[in-house]
C-alpha cells in the first residue's frame, strides 16, 4: 500500500511558478512509477508527466512541454512537478500517481493522492 499526499497548489499569475510536491509512505517508492495527472471543472483527467522508477526517463504531456519538470527523490520518497511559464488553461487539480506501470494512461497508476488545486489568474 502506498498513500501519496501532494502539496504546493495555490493562485498564481500567468506566467509565473509553482513547484509541486508529492510524498510518498512507504518503503517501495522506488519501485514504481510516478505520474501527474490533472482535472479541470467539467473536463476528463489528463496526462501532465510521468517518470520512470529510477527517473531514467520522463514523459510530458506536449501541452506542458518546455513548461514543466518533473523529477524525483528516492531517498525522500518524493516526486516533484516543477512549472513555469503557467497559463490559465493550467488551472486544475492536480494529482500524482504511482504504479507498477505508469505511462500516460490512469489505468497505469494504482495509487493517487487527493489532488491540490492550482488556479493561474489571467
Known amino acids: 500500500q502506498v498513500q501519496l499526499v501532494e502539496s504546493g497548489g495555490g493562485l498564481v499569475q500567468a506566467g509565473g511558478s509553482l513547484r509541486l510536491s508529492c510524498a510518498a509512505s512507504g518503503r517501495t517508492f522506488s519501485s514504481y512509477a510516478m505520474g501527474w495527472f490533472r482535472q479541470a471543472p467539467g473536463k476528463e483527467r489528463e496526462f501532465v508527466a510521468a517518470i520512470s522508477e529510477s527517473a531514467g526517463s520522463t514523459n510530458y504531456a506536449d501541452s506542458v512541454k518546455g513548461r514543466f519538470t518533473v523529477s524525483r527523490d528516492n531517498a525522500k520518497n518524493t516526486v516533484y512537478l516543477q512549472m513555469n511559464s503557467l497559463k490559465p488553461e493550467d488551472t486544475a487539480v492536480y494529482y500524482c500517481?504511482?504504479?507498477?506501470?505508469?505511462?500516460?494512461?490512469?489505468?497505469?497508476?494504482?495509487?493517487w493522492g487527493q489532488g491540490t488545486q492550482v488556479t493561474v489568474s489571467s
Open positions: 500517481a504511482a504504479g507498477r506501470i505508469g505511462g500516460t494512461f490512469p489505468y497505469g497508476y494504482d495509487y
